[in-house]
């Protein structure tokens, strides 16, 4: 991946992109992804339709990680495989994959958005601020990061949780831009029954999803 586009990706989720960045981006978005948006390939897209939620209490609603283990109890749009254990997790969740994929995931509305609704392009990172503050930032001091502590998990755990939950967040609040880039509102699914996704098999946006 390219280490100015990572550098980018990684300041820009933390909402702290200036204006010349945040065009700089969209540059480096752009080449690689409008040709899968305009001919999206197989596995490319969610076939699943989703209308706005409370994705913030949906998520304090969650009983996390508590179904990690066991099998998954309804389809998702993509093939998944599962892990037997925590350590297996951790090892998928920190092999650079899974956090490529989520990268990927996140560049497909950072581009629709940049294409298609550039009012909303041009909020990412007020909303990315103000759902940190309000969402991420509580669950991640009050669920998270204790559960992470009395399991003995690396801190890539919640990283992942983290970016899984600001993902899906956004992708609910800019729903009115027609966008169809669904990753991780299925990726929430997934967090509600109880599980937790940690990796990719394949090349994005071909392969199957990880989860314990």
Partial sequence: MNKRFAQLMAKGQNGRLTLAETEELAQLLNAPIIEPLGNPPPG????????????????????????????LSFSLSMPIVQVAGW???????????????????????????????RQNYQRWNELVGGFKSAVVNPLTE???????????????????????????????????????????????SVYEA???????????????LVLY
């Fill in 44 to 71: 490319s897209g969610s076939d699943r339709s989703f209308a706005r939620s409370d994705i913030s209490g949906r998520l304090r609603a969650i009983d996390w990680f508590s179904r990690c283990g066991e099998s």
């Fill in 194 to 208: 109880g599980h937790f996704p940690c990796g990719w098999v394949g090349e994005w946006p071909k392969g199957k």
């Fill in 142 to 188: 009050e669920k998270w990061e204790p559960y992470r502590r009395r399991h003995g998990l690396d801190v890539a755990v919640v990283h992942s949780v983290q970016w899984d939950a600001l993902g899906a967040l956004m992708e609910n609040a800019n729903l009115g831009s027609g966008h169809r880039c669904f990753f991780f509102l299925e990726l929430l």
């Fill in 87 to 117: 350590t297996e997790a951790v090892s998928s969740c920190t092999d650079g994959v899974w956090e490529n994929v989520e990268l990927e995931a996140q560049n497909q509305l950072t581009l629709w958005l940049h294409q298609h609704d």
